[in-house]
């Protein structure tokens, strides 16, 4: 990847200068010099669990003199529990990190430990195309894992057996394939509207497509949604809805737990498409009957819309990484340096069918699916990150739930704005 193909937004999201405390009576150091850094993850079962339990053991057996207590945590639940522990001083050492708003509130908080001149060089080189998604007013804050770029993933077995012989490339031809799945008898696109954000990745995606670099920098920068292209947006979005492309109760499916989830959908060929991250691979895996890649799996870059502002090419995406708690002991830090490593980001591409953020170790995918995407992502003029990301919490729950409304059909496009700048005004 190209060392500018960080996502647009991390770079301007910005906030006043901080006194942070110090960390030389850390908790997690003890009168003997032992060492105890607790640690929260998303991964809670297979390879990504089994992943963290022996990078964690072989951390331990580098460092003998420090212990790591792992708690997996359900990735719809770490929001919310992260800010209960971060509000009540008690932080996790380690920390799951997006970058964008959220990390910027975080920073602005004084949670979330400086590691600019910490982290090894080794560690800057292996990941420099997408630390500066981890920077808040040129400081750094977290190592990235992964680079996750969205996108459409879907059967070419149920695309083939409804006709279809080509990828969609505009909305148009979208809605169009939507008809033929539909006539054959599957669900056109699984969506877990329950966990709100996978709606929500619908109207960031027709934002990107509606509005131009400068719009999205604007609203990146003031956390509003005061240029026309917004409400735009939202119209498109309520036109492909009406055209019912979603599986039925979408509204009650989850995104990610179980074969009735919407991963789980598409990984037993009950639905044909899924919007979402490059994650995606290793958790539809997870969900086939055998429990191994879906053999027919394949790709395509979210359509674009005739007459937005909007790039082509232009990428949706996120990267997922980790941070320290302002207080976290020194070896938090030799813990992310340690993650970094080539045969260790290796290992996490593996284990989570991913592409690992460290450039030394994107060699390792080989997966067609994901080359894909990995080519993509790298042409793409610019990324911009997950919009409940790029917000923050507060303004970025908001605007979920506006999507999920519209889904709903309790909602419209102009709610979906006002939603957004009240929550804004608030903040």
């Not at 945590?73 to 919310?80: A, F, P, R, T, V």
């Amino acid at each position: 990847m190209k060392a500018t193909k960080i996502l647009l937004a991390s770079a301007i999201v910005t906030v006043g200068a901080l006194a942070l405390g110090g960390c030389s009576a850390s908790p997690g150091e003890s009168a003997d010099g032992e060492v105890t850094l607790t640690f929260w993850q998303n991964s809670t079962t297979g390879d990504g669990q089994k992943y963290w339990k022996d990078t964690i053991a072989a951390f331990e057996a580098q460092y003998p003199d420090v212990t790591v207590k792992m708690q997996s945590i359900q990735n719809e639940e770490m929001d919310g529990k992260l800010q209960t522990s971060l509000n009540s001083n008690e932080g996790p050492d380690i920390f799951m990190a997006r970058g964008g708003g959220k990390l910027a509130d975080v920073v602005e908080a004084g949670q979330v430990m400086d590691i600019t001149d910490k982290i090894s060089d080794a560690t800057k080189s292996a990941v420099s195309s997408s630390l500066s998604a981890f920077e808040i007013d040129g400081k750094n804050y977290g190592v990235p894992t992964a680079v996750l770029p969205s996108g459409i993933f879907y059967s070419a077995d149920l695309f083939e057996a409804a006709g279809v012989t080509t990828a969609p490339t505009t909305i148009e031809e979208l809605t169009d394939v939507t008809a033929d799945l539909r006539t054959s008898g599957v669900a056109p696109i699984a969506v877990g509207a329950k966990d709100a954000w996978p709606a929500a990745h619908w109207y960031y995606n027709f934002a990107l497509r509606a509005c131009s670099k400068d719009a999205l920098d604007e609203a990146a920068s003031t956390r509003t949604f005061d240029d026309e292209c917004w409400l735009t947006a939202g119209e498109n979005l309520q036109k492909l809805i009406d055209a019912e492309p979603f599986n039925d109760g979408f509204l009650t499916t989850t995104a990610q737990q179980g074969a009735g989830s919407s991963a789980g959908l598409l990984a037993n060929h009950k639905a044909s498409m899924e919007l979402m991250g490059a994650w995606d691979p290793g958790v539809i895996a997870s969900l086939t009957p055998d429990e191994k890649p879906l053999p027919d799996l394949s790709w395509f870059p979210f359509p674009e819309v005739e007459g937005g502002d909007g790039e082509a090419g232009a990428m949706m995406g996120g990267v997922d990484g980790f941070s320290c708690w302002v207080n976290a002991p020194k070896e938090c830090v030799d813990f992310l340096d340690f993650i970094a490593e080539k045969g260790n980001q290796e290992a996490y591409a593996k284990a989570f069918q991913t592409v690992p953020a460290s450039s030394d170790a994107q060699s390792a995918v080989t997966d067609p699916v994901l080359k894909n995407i990995l080519d993509a992502y790298s042409a793409a003029p610019y990324v911009v990150v997950w919009l409940d990301t790029l917000y923050g919490q507060n303004v970025g729950n908001a605007l979920n739930v506006a999507v999920v409304n519209m889904f709903a059909g309790q909602g419209t496009a102009q709610d979906i704005v006002d939603a957004v700048n009240s929550a804004a005004a608030k903040s």
